[in-house]
Structure formats: C-alpha cells, structure tokens
C-alpha cells in the first residue's frame, strides 16, 4: 500500500492519536497505531483498552492493505519533518518506508489483526455541540470518583436520556451531581453509557 498524505494533516493526527497511549502500554500492540487505506482517505486507529481513538484524514491511497507501526517513531519522524511537505508511505509485509523530502526512514510493520477491534457502543450516536457537551462533563465530573477500583463504575460520568433532556450524572459515594441540557430538535439519543474519566480528558482537548 502506497500513501501521500500532506505532512501538517498526518502530523496533527499523530499528534492526537499520542494522547491517549499509555507510557507503559498493557500490550506491544498498543504501542502501534493502526493505518487503513480507504480510496481517498486514511484511518488511523490508537487504543489503549479503555480509550480507543480514530482519525480519519484525506490522502491519495493505492491499495487497501491495513498495517501497524510503531506509533510514537511515526510521530517523531513526521513531526520533525519540514513543514509542508508531503509524506510519502509504502507499507510492505515487514517494513514501512517513508519519505519526507530527501528523506528515508523505515520503521517494523505488525499486522493489524493483532490490534483490538474499536469499540461498538450500542444506541443511536449522540451528536451534540461542544458547548453543550463540556456543561454536562463540568456539571457533574467534579463528583466522579478517582481510582475506586471497588467500583470503578463511579470513575467517570453517567450519560442518559431523561425524557427532552440529555442528563449527565457524578457520584463518588458521598457526593452526586447532575446536569441537564434540553435536546435540540432533530437530536436522538438513546444510549446510556459511562464516560471514564480519562475519556473525558480526552474529549475535552477536543
């Protein structure tokens, strides 16, 4: 598979994808960030077993292989490539190559099959302004618990629907929060779902 992608978009992708791989990943997989060539576009996929991110960015793709490398090497040498260039990678069985101006780098392929599957939460996908989103993780994180690992149900906030509102709910066993915000017209949610607190750090760089 052979991608050539503009250097600014690959570099703030990885530059994203970074913050949520663990210092000491619980697997050698994780260290790795999972590309796919689709036409047009690119995904890249890093996950750390409770957070799982993908970006999606347009590049010109020949072939539709998926591999992995090694996340943080990819980063650095796109990061400190020159700004405005293009990146040009030829991803074979073993071995990725990339080219950056007149420069050549390689860096070891994993296949992608050993890389967790993203997660799948059930429900209709909530789409929702920022705006609106950070009041409910204000409203009611500042009551999540931290490192219960009792009940690690309480490390994050509690998302549902109640009724036309979007409510958001905190407890740590001695304090509960809750905040609302009204559904929009044409908005649907239906899931109910735990956000984990470092998926909340996460979303809020955003």
Same mark, same amino acid.
């Given at each position: 598979?052979?991608?050539?992608?503009?250097?600014?978009?690959?570099?703030?992708?990885? /530059?994203?994808?970074?913050?949520?791989?663990?210092?000491?990943?619980?697997?050698?997989? +994780?260290?790795?960030?999972?590309?796919?060539?689709?036409?047009?576009?690119?995904?890249?996929?890093?996950?750390? +077993?409770?957070?799982? +991110?993908?970006?999606?960015?347009?590049?010109?793709?020949?072939?539709?292989?998926?591999?992995?490398?090694?996340? *943080? $090497?990819?980063?650095?040498?796109?990061?400190?490539?020159?700004?405005?260039?293009?990146?040009?990678?030829?991803?074979? %069985?073993?071995?990725?190559?990339?080219?950056?101006?007149?420069?050549?780098?390689?860096?070891?392929?994993?296949?992608?099959?050993?890389? %967790?599957?993203?997660?799948?939460?059930?429900?209709?996908?909530?789409?929702?302004?920022?705006?609106?989103?950070?009041?409910?993780?204000?409203?009611?994180?500042? /009551?999540?618990?931290?490192?219960?690992?009792?009940?690690?149900?309480?490390?994050?906030?509690?998302?549902?629907?109640?009724?036309?509102?979007?409510? /958001?709910?905190?407890?740590?066993?001695?304090?509960?929060?809750?905040?609302?915000?009204?559904? *929009?017209?044409? $908005? *649907?949610?239906?899931?109910?779902?735990?956000?984990?607190?470092?998926?909340?750090?996460? +979303?809020?760089?955003?």
């Amino acid at each position: 598979m052979k991608i050539t992608v503009e250097q600014p978009r690959l570099s703030a992708a990885l /530059a994203l994808l970074g913050q949520i791989l663990d210092a000491k990943a619980a697997q050698p997989i +994780l260290a790795h960030v999972r590309v796919e060539g689709m036409h047009d576009q690119i995904i890249l996929t890093s996950h750390s +077993l409770d957070r799982c +991110l993908s970006v999606t960015i347009p590049a010109e793709v020949a072939g539709d292989e998926n591999a992995c490398v090694p996340l *943080v $090497q990819l980063a650095s040498i796109v990061q400190n490539s020159a700004k405005g260039s293009t990146v040009v990678m030829e991803i074979e %069985p073993t071995r990725a190559v990339i080219k950056i101006g007149r420069g050549r780098y390689q860096l070891p392929v994993t296949p992608a099959d050993d890389f %967790p599957l993203m997660f799948a939460p059930e429900g209709e996908p909530l789409e929702i302004s920022s705006g609106d989103f950070l009041d409910l993780m204000d409203g009611a994180s500042y /009551a999540m618990a931290v490192d219960d690992i009792t009940r690690p149900t309480l490390c994050g906030v509690h998302l549902y629907r109640k009724g036309n509102l979007i409510a /958001a709910m905190g407890a740590n066993g001695k304090i509960l929060a809750q905040h609302n915000e009204p559904m *929009v017209p044409g $908005q *649907v949610f239906t899931g109910d779902i735990v956000i984990p607190s470092a998926s909340i750090a996460t +979303l809020k760089k955003f």
